[in-house]
């Protein structure tokens, strides 16, 4: 599948289905329910973003992960995947390999991360891996989200920033960082079990009244372990 510029201007429950591999040259608005089967690779030119106001259900398995990552032609990293409003509750990402993104800047907003949940309730991330971000690698800005066994491995800035959300994190794994870890800001609350914070400049770092409980959680090897 090859998809060019298509932009959708109203929302419809209509479920577009992406399988095999697909092809993103340019970005793209979708304002409907997305389906990912399991095995499909996704690839996406030098900053091209895909923003989705609608409920995102990518279910991959250990032998077939769904791949999204940069297309063969890149040589700059591509911009980000965003799952969007309130449309989109239940969003759910499984057995998911994503790499090589960055973000999306336009004048009113700004995703800085190569994956963006925003504004969306009850997004579940599970046996997923994060690589190589050009920026953040996950951000969830005024939602509510849940992590199991995930990894993010060599972030540009922060493997998970959170900011006015509440997220639960079960043994995920943190590896080099360049900036934090999980930065927790602007009001979150956070939940981490049984998950390590390795090679990071700062494991964990709580401000703007959010709260984070850490409970059995390994920091190894950062710079700076934990800052409030």
């Known amino acids: 599948?090859?998809?060019?510029?298509?932009?959708?201007?109203?929302?419809?429950?209509?479920?577009?289905?992406?399988?095999?591999?697909?092809?993103?040259?340019?970005?793209?608005?979708?304002?409907?329910?997305?389906?990912?089967?399991?095995?499909?690779?996704?690839?996406?030119?030098?900053?091209?973003?895909?923003?989705?106001?609608?409920?995102?259900?990518?279910?991959?398995?250990?032998d077939a992960p769904i791949q999204i990552r940069p297309s063969e032609a890149s040589v700059g990293p591509w911009g980000t995947f965003a799952i969007l409003s309130e449309k989109a509750n239940g969003s759910e990402l499984d057995f998911v390999e994503m790499s090589g993104g960055s973000g999306l800047k336009r004048d009113l907003y700004e995703y800085s991360a190569m994956l963006s949940v925003h504004d969306v309730k009850d997004v579940t991330i599970k046996n997923s891996t994060f690589l190589r971000s050009n920026?953040?690698?996950?951000e969830a800005d005024i939602s509510r989200i849940k992590i199991v066994d995930t990894e993010f491995i060599d972030s540009g800035n922060d493997a998970l920033d959170l900011m006015?959300?509440?997220?639960?994190?079960?043994?995920?794994?943190?590896?080099?960082?360049?900036?934090?870890?999980?930065?927790?800001?602007?009001?979150?609350?956070?939940d981490v079990v049984d998950s390590v914070f390795e090679e990071n400049e700062i494991g964990l770092q709580a401000k703007d009244s959010s709260v984070a409980r850490l409970t059995n959680v390994q920091m190894r090897r950062n710079r700076l372990a934990v800052d409030a």
Do not use: C
């Not at 201007?9 to 040259?25: I, K, L």
């Not at 079960?170 to 590896?175: A, N, S, T």
């Open 135 to 138: 920026l953040d690698a996950l």
């Open 164 to 190: 006015t959300t509440k997220a639960e994190v079960e043994r995920i794994k943190l590896v080099r960082s360049r900036d934090k870890g999980i930065s927790v800001g602007e009001d979150s609350d956070l």
């Open 1 to 62: 599948i090859h998809i060019m510029g298509l932009v959708d201007t109203s929302y419809s429950r209509q479920v577009e289905v992406w399988s095999g591999v697909v092809e993103f040259a340019e970005s793209r608005v979708i304002r409907h329910p997305i389906k990912i089967e399991a095995g499909a690779d996704l690839r996406l030119a030098e900053g091209v973003s895909i923003l989705i106001e609608g409920r995102v259900t990518a279910i991959g398995n250990v």
